[in-house]
């Protein structure tokens, strides 16, 4: 039997591991049915250390990350803000006094307050070259990824990742949005990506295409679902999931709020009383 390569990824936790010329990788501990083998930190550069998501905020998480660092880490870059990726800024930037820069909040996080927000196309200056933040709003509404310039690597967050596709949690997360975004990163043209949980995503732009066709395929399902009456989305859920882990019935509820929300904007689909149906 072979094994999906996307979900043969074995972190050695509490240890930096390198990934490319001057990058690392530290893998949290927060192992779970959404976060996979857990959050992915990304180190960049030996001598002064820009962070790329410090991950949650946890006390033998955030001990691994200034053991490994072996250097001072001056930046901490956040790609969304949400607590297994964002929730370690604060007190990382506590303990070392660097500064914490990344996406837009929103006030429900407030353990997120980042010393700036970083624009899409905004480049931030690092030790192994220039990040340009990439503005891929989707999985959650202020997501952003870097593209290393000129290196063909981009770092990915939750936007796109090898051993999953993303959770789009609206209202913060618009289906919308994140099928933009996919298209997005299509324009960019990095080749390989580092995502916020498992293994690298060695061709990019397949993938991209890939989770579109995932999507599309999604909400073709939905549809076929509503073909024959009104549905709730719980009803949806077990139409179109066969075989769903119980533990991921909560996330695929909201997915299909998500595509449903889209169907509405787009008046393919309505929906009274928590009771959806086709136009
Ligand atoms: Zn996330």
Known sequence: MSIDPALDFMPAYGAAE????GVRR??????????????????????????????????AHVADLLAVAGAPIRRVLVTHDHADHAGAARRLSELTGAEVVGSAPIPSRPFYRPDGIL??????AT?????????????????????????SLLFSGDHVMAWSTSVVVPPDGRM??????????????ARSYLPGHGGQVIDGLARVSELKRHRQAR?????????????????????VYIGLDPALTGAAALSVTAHTDWLEERRLVRKAEGRLSRC
């Open 176 to 189: 919308a949005d994140y099928m933009a975004s996919l298209d997005r990163l299509a324009g960019v043209g």
């Open 127 to 151: 030790e192994i070259g220039p990040l340009r933040v990439v503005a891929t709003p989707g999985h959650a509404a202020g997501h952003i990824c870097f593209d290393l310039a000129g290196s």
């Open 18 to 21: 390198r990934v490319c010329v």
């Open 26 to 59: 530290l893998t949290a501990r927060n192992t779970g049915p959404l976060t996979f083998r857990g959050t992915n930190c990304y180190l960049l550069g030996d001598s002064e250390i820009t962070v790329i998501d410090p991950g949650p905020d946890d006390d």
């Open 219 to 239: 909400e073709a399902a939905i549809l076929r679902a509503l073909d024959s009456g009104e549905r709730t989305i719980e009803e949806i859920v077990s139409a």
């Open 119 to 124: 624009a899409d196309d905004e480049t931030v």
